[in-house]
C-alpha cells in the first residue's frame, strides 16, 4: 500500500513510518521541518497550521495515518485548534474519500478530574469545562472533526506513549529532578495504562488491516506500570539514582493553580514547572479498557519493560537535550 504519515519527523509518526516501511509498504512522510525521517521513503514539508502540500500528494494514498498535532502541556487554545483541530479538517479535504483514515488520538480526552478505572470509549469526550489545558480540549475536538466527517476512520487513544524518541512524556518528568530527589503528585504509585511506542505502532498497523474498525479505540499495554518504578529504573539505567518524594495531591494542584495563574500575567514563554495536567496525570492515574483493540483490531501488546527501559535509557543517554534541568 501506499500509506502517508503526518508528523513523520515526530516520535510517533518517525516510528509508524520506519515500520511500515520496513514491512514494505510505500510511505510519503509529511511534516513541518525541511527533511526527512530515515525510512526512506518520499517527503513533503507541510505545517499543520497554515495548510497541505496539495490533493496531488495524497489523493493517490490507500491510506493516511494522522499522528501530527500539536503537543504541550501549556499554552493558549489558539495555536491547538489551528494545528490539531483545523489541520485535521485540511487533512481529510485532501485525502481520497475511501483511503483508510487512521488518527492517534489521546486518552487525555477522558475526564482529567476523576480517578478512572477500565474506562471505555463511550466515556469520552467529556464537556471541555472539564480538561484542564488546550492540548486536551484541542484532542477532543479532533475527535468530533473526525467522527462528523469520516465516521468510517478510527481514532486511536494511546495513554502515555514512552520508548527511544521520547521528548516529551519522561524527559519532561526526569528534568524536573534535582539533587537526586524527585516529587511527584502522589507519589506516582499509582498503576497506570501506559503505552510503549512498539505497542502503538502494533495498534496502527492492526488498524490498517481492519478497515471495518471505525470510532475511537483505547491503546495501551495489556499490564498497567507503575510510573514511579518505572522512573527509578531509568534513572538507575542512566546511573543517576533518584529518590522520589510523594507530593499530597490537594497540595500539588493547589500549587500548580497558583503557577498557571502566575504564568498567565508573566511575560514568561517557558512552560510552568507544574501544571495541573501534570498533577492530574499521576495523582488520578487512568487505566484502559482494551476489549476493542483485542478484540476488533487483534492487537494484544504487552511490552517487555526490561527491554523497552533499556532501549529508552540507551537512547536518553546520547540524545542531545533529552534530559535538561527545568
Keep these: 500500500m501506499r500509506i502517508a504519515v503526518t508528523g513523520v519527523t515526530g516520535f510517533v509518526g518517525g516510528a509508524v513510518a520506519q515500520a511500515l516501511a520496513a514491512d514494505g509498504h510505500e510511505v510519503l512522510g509529511l511534516g513541518r521541518a525541511g527533511e526527512s525521517g530515515s525510512w526512506g521513503g518520499d517527503y513533503a514539508t507541510w505545517d499543520l497550521a497554515s495548510g497541505l502540500p496539495g490533493p496531488h500528494a495524497l489523493r493517490d494514498c490507500d491510506a493516511v495515518v ?85 465516521p468510517d476512520a478510527v481514532i486511536l487513544r494511546p495513554r502515555a506513549v514512552w520508548g527511544p524518541g521520547d521528548r516529551t512524556l519522561l524527559p519532561r518528568v526526569m528534568a524536573r529532578a534535582r539533587a537526586g530527589v524527585l516529587p511527584l503528585p502522589g507519589g506516582g504509585r499509582r498503576p497506570a495504562s501506559m503505552t510503549f511506542v512498539d505497542s502503538l505502532v502494533q495498534a496502527v498497523i492492526g488498524a490498517l488491516a481492519h478497515r471495518d474498525v471505525a470510532g475511537p479505540v483505547n491503546v495501551a499495554d495489556a499490564t498497567p506500570l507503575v510510573p514511579a518504578a518505572l522512573l527509578e529504573e531509568l534513572f538507575d539505567r542512566l546511573y543517576r539514582p533518584i529518590r522520589i518524594v510523594a507530593v499530597p495531591s490537594p497540595t500539588a494542584d493547589a500549587a500548580a493553580a497558583v503557577v498557571e495563574a502566575a504564568w498567565r500575567v508573566l511575560p514568561v514563554r517557558a512552560e510552568p514547572p507544574i501544571t495541573r495536567y501534570a498533577v492530574a496525570a499521576l495523582a488520578r492515574p487512568l487505566t484502559l479498557d482494551l476489549t476493542r483493540l483485542h478484540d476488533e483490531l487483534e492487537v494484544v501488546p504487552d511490552a517487555a519493560v526490561d527491554l523497552g527501559l533499556a532501549r529508552t535509557a540507551a537512547w536518553l543517554a546520547t540524545a542531545d537535550g533529552a534530559i535538561r534541568p527545568a
Design 66 to 150: 494522522h499522528a501530527a498535532a500539536r503537543v504541550s502541556p501549556w499554552g493558549g487554545d489558539g495555536p491547538f485548534v489551528a494545528a490539531t483541530v483545523h489541520g485535521t479538517a485540511r487533512l481529510i479535504d485532501a485525502i481520497a474519500p475511501d483511503a483508510r483514515l487512521v488518527v492517534i488520538g489521546s486518552a487525555s480526552v477522558y475526564d482529567p478530574r476523576v480517578v478512572q478505572t477500565n474506562a471505555r470509549e463511550r466515556d469520552a469526550p467529556v464537556p471541555p469545562g472539564r480538561y484542564l489545558n488546550a492540548y486536551a480540549r484541542a484532542k477532543a475536538a479532533q475527535e468530533g472533526v473526525v467522527r462528523a466527517r469520516r
